[in-house]
């Protein structure tokens, strides 16, 4: 069966430090990867998605990079986190395109 | 510009109570509407896809409808455990990239 890691659960940064988060995917190949961040009473908001190793489309502008290394292995990056970078950050990987989402657990990440 | 609203914001209800989700939805070409829940603090869990006007899917106490305008998320005789905020998003067919609009969620308590 299909399973998604993503880690740590929590994490609290200074402003200005820098970020990884990653996320790993088992069970399936070439799956398609995205990267959300949920604020309070803002819904979900997709940051970057990947639809195969090294390719990485942006939604927004930001702080933040995405990189795809490996086929099921996709990190969540920044150079120097702004306060307005807290938050609660989702992976999650599809099939296809127009199937459901499976997602992580979830970082919730707090710059101090 | 798809559009996705979800109502109400916040639903209280007493144990056995039924009672409907509303997602409404303005999209150019509709390829599927998508049910999660979510509890605090985790990732949403993938409920139900609904694909064309009329289709219904059940799932325990959870019954989801789709028209061309809407979708309904109705639970029946809920109980507690059923507390959880349900997210829809929907996936229009223009684009290319098929990434779905989320909706803000509606929070639901259910009390015992």
């Known amino acids: 069966s299909q399973t998604i890691h993503q880690w740590p659960a929590t994490l609290v940064q200074p402003v200005g430090s820098p970020l990884s988060l990653e996320c790993t995917v088992e069970?399936?190949?070439?799956?398609?990867l995205y990267w959300y961040r949920q604020a309070a009473g803002r819904g979900l908001q997709l940051l970057f998605y990947s639809v195969g190793i090294g390719q990485i489309s942006s939604e927004v502008p930001q702080n933040l990079s995405a990189s795809r290394p490996q086929d099921r292995q996709f990190i969540l990056s920044s150079k120097k986190l702004l306060l307005s970078d807290s938050g609660f950050y989702l992976c999650a990987w599809s099939v296809q395109s127009n199937y459901g989402y499976t997602f992580g657990s979830g970082t919730r990440l707090t710059v101090v | 510009e798809d559009q996705v609203t979800q109502s109400p914001e916040a639903l209280r209800l007493q144990e056995g109570e039924s009672s409907s989700l509303n997602c409404s939805y303005t999209v150019s070409g509709l390829r599927g509407l998508f049910w999660y829940r979510q509890d605090p603090g985790k990732g949403p869990e993938f409920l139900f896809t609904?694909?064309?006007a009329g289709e219904e899917k059940e799932k325990e106490r959870l019954k989801a409808t789709l028209t061309k305008k809407e979708s309904f998320l109705h639970i029946t005789a809920p109980k507690p455990e059923d507390s959880a905020t349900y997210l829809c998003?929907?996936?229009?067919?223009?684009?290319?990239?098929?990434?779905?609009?989320f909706g803000r969620g509606t929070s639901l308590i259910v009390h015992p």
């Open positions: 609904l694909y064309s």
């Open positions: 069970g399936t190949s070439n799956p398609n």
């Open positions: 998003a929907v996936q229009a067919g223009s684009g290319g990239s098929y990434i779905p609009t």
